[in-house]
């Protein structure tokens, strides 16, 4: 029978009827694809329901069983219908999860479907989880890392024999981290104990994804089963997005460079108010202290209807900012991305972006953000802290067109985290290694993993490591007399299950006021330099210093009206790909003046006078200046690829070039570009430009120039805690034993010197050089210079392209009077050398 | 690197030992013999090696400077008797003569009888060697004896250009107290504030270097 005319989808189409809703498109053929036994990912934007594309489907699948049931139980006795988990939920964010568990529930409700919808992670109370354990809801909503900590239990495989349909919401989100990892192997196991127990039952995956790059992939790497059928279905809501610029009086009032645009403050205000309801975003949590003193300052009344939100600040106050925001207690927020888990608002009228977001996929989604319905226009106010962000705000409005998207990339190899699943399978049933085996080969992330790999990770927890000796007194994993893996130390599980999705950046801790009130969490490298006493910003408060005790920073409200603002070592994000290649079609436009942004009108006497005194690059050519002043001998290039690309850059040309003569240089960079300054001439010609930017030798130089050891250290930090080398604390919960502290560094030192060939080792490597060191786009960019056009500029004072690469520099030992000062002064400086010039050239 | 210390000749070593050449003594502090065992015990994959490496380093030392005194000040033992004390017990043989004086630290647990049989002389608190006092952790009070002291694992940042920077054990001298290095390879450190008037000696790889101020 086909499914519309089904009893179970014109339940639900009925019900829909009645709540005036009608279903889109991309909702009922997810229903039709489910109900032929499809798996596949549904590609949707937040807010649309999405939810209900995949949830409704496995309702009306259930629906229907229920009425063929019936009819064929009249003629038997009536069965009772059976309970028990039929859909797994995986969500990245706890916020959420109630949330999505209210709805389902009211669905439910309404459809007269008996079913219980259970949440489960890291909120959840001992009680609801003890209940579930008896009898778990037919509906899960949980985190990977409860999946996980499920998995730790004993008994679990009577969890899934009724799991119909897994489904991995905001996958998107969780692609391209060890979460997302976490998530792959959970479902393996899970499909490996259905194979085992119900060899007829269909298991059903489905992933929801905001429109990244490579859906394709992200598809594989949710399902990679080939005796799977599966598809993408895309949401067919395209909402419009209108992007308007926040432009000062005159382009004098814009620095070249440097200080954040506050000038531009009072432009935001009346958007504020005649708004209902307005989301500000800023790029790091730094600036949205600072932007949010700035509105303060600016319009004393907003005092109370402003606050700040960032993924620091406590979760019980982020909760309050939400409700406060929509009942109308608040009237707009400071708040920083939400791509990193931070924030999930519900819809708001009004969308401000505080400098360019760097990426376009960051910027649609906060984007989306605005406007209540999806036909709806949003529109998203753009504030530049710089001239030439402008350039940028014309490059995402053509990204937005083009829907030229980032793709999200998946991680794969990361050992510490398979680690930390196989002692997972011991803690709990235990498992047979040829079988596991077996099964996460199949998963995207390890099927690669080589049987001599394998053997290491068996050997690492279960006899120590090394493959020549066992570890003397070392146990975690045996093997029992009924062949399977099992940790069987109570003490030892009882550390993993407390231990497990660890998956730390900084160490952070929690800020609380001396009487009593959570303020928020800060970075433990912050606070370890601060002395007792002395003040620093947080949530918009200025707060007092007073003691760290028991992993928790205690405070007082300090006297001072202004205080230094933490810098997030996680603040900086980078320009991506995507961007910096729209970015360079832009620059060309501009002179050209064959675009229709105002933004690029209003900018352009910035590049007649880039014009004039140096170049404007055009696609296909590749910018240096060679500027001397009396700071030295400067060196500046412009690739355009996002300023963690050009650090390797630098260091790498800064080497190649102390090849040729000893020279040292003091290095700066930014999105569009790097600056190298010696107090000596820089051999640097025509005839050697090419073999500097070379991609020849690339590895070799690359370790020869950076410090790879450091950064390996830094993401062996991660690593270390993952794979239960090292715990972290828990403040408040779990407090180290004080004979076993020890720290990721130590380990590093450890295996370095001892265990060469140890695979965790191996894996801080390859996690430098791919993720901070970004060695392929740091290649494709080297090959494009390679293609390029050279332009060689030399002149003496500095030029509106560099001048942002140069305050940068001098940002970090300057206080924010001194640096806008300076700068005054050097544009003053640069100008008065360019009128000279001109008068010179007019004779 | 050789120095003066209120008057006494002390060599600083860089496999983190002084040798106090006028009591032929070598002086160490924090070897916690056993800690790489204890972590194996807990299921924290540690290498075997550890141990031994110490234990090597230590046989150098003796060779280099042949000491008639081997003063530890605290933290010889890590937690209790485990396989790495057995390693302990045939190093010990092989140096009979040497006598070896344990300062207790606060990860000394074993029993009395237990250092009789290892033959360690073992001083609760304190001893008095003019013009020093050998304790484990460094006391408030200040007197005549210049206190030579462990527990802290102390470190020092050496920084270089373009923010840079290096982090190494050290010896610690200060105006009433010297802090020694944690001999075990195996343990962190505790990074110290240059004050006037102190005196930090950075353990590289190469040699002892005395770090400016």
Redesign the interface.
Known sequence: MKLENSKGYKRVLSWLKLNKKKPFKFQTDAWQYYAEGYSGLVNAPTGFGKTYSIFLAVVIDELNKRVEQQTTASKNKQKKNITGLKLIWITPLRSLAKDLARAMREVCDELQLDWVVGVRNGDTPQSEKLKQKKQMPEVLIITPESMHLLLAQKSTFNYFDQLQCIVADEWHELLGSKRGVMAELAISRIKGLLIEQHPERLLRIWGISATIGNMEQAMEVLVPYTDLLKTIIKSEIKKKIVIKSILPDHIDMLPWAGHLGHKLASKLIPIINNSKTTLIFTNTRGQAELWYQTLLNQDENLAGLLAIHHGSIDYELRNWIEDALHSGVLKAVVCTSSLDLGVDFKPVDTVVQIGSPKGVARFLQRAGRSGHSPHETSKIYFLPTHALELVEAAAIKEAAKTQDIESREPIVMSFDTLIQYLVTLAVGDGFDDEKIFFEIKQTHAFRELLPQEWNWIMQFITSGGDSLTAYNEFSKVNKTSDGLWKVESRQIAMRHRLHIGTIVSDAMLKVKYLKGGYVGMIEESFISRMKPGSSFTLAGRVLEFIMVKEMTVLVKKSKLKQAISPSWMGGRMSLTANLGNLLRKKYNETLDKQHGDEELDFILPLFEQQAKVSHVPKSDEFLIELINTKDGYHFFAYPFEGRQVHEIMAALIAYRLGRIQPISFSIAMNDYGFELLSEQPIPLEESNIKELFSPTNLTDDIVASINATEMARRKFRDIACISGLVFQGYPGKYVANKHMQSSSSLFFNVFSDYDKHNLLLRQSYDEAFYQQIEEPRLAAALHRIQASMIIIVKTESYTPLCFPIKVDSLRDNMSSEELSQRIGRMTAESEKKTRRKKKTNDH | MTIDCKGEQLILNNERAIYWPARKMLIISDLHIG?S??????????????NL?DLQRLTTLMAEFKPETLLITGDMF??NI???TNAFVYWRKNFAQLKVVLIKGN?DNLKDEDYDVLGIKVYQKELLIAPFRFIHDKPDQVDEYYNISGHIHPGVIIYG??K?HLRFPCFYFGQNCAVLPAFS????LKILDPKQGDRFYAITPAKVIAVKT
């Open positions: 800690k065992a204890h972590f194996r015990k807990s299921g924290i994959q540690v290498p075997n090696s550890i490496t890590h937690n485990n396989s790495d990860h250009k373009a840079q390879v195996f343990t962190g």
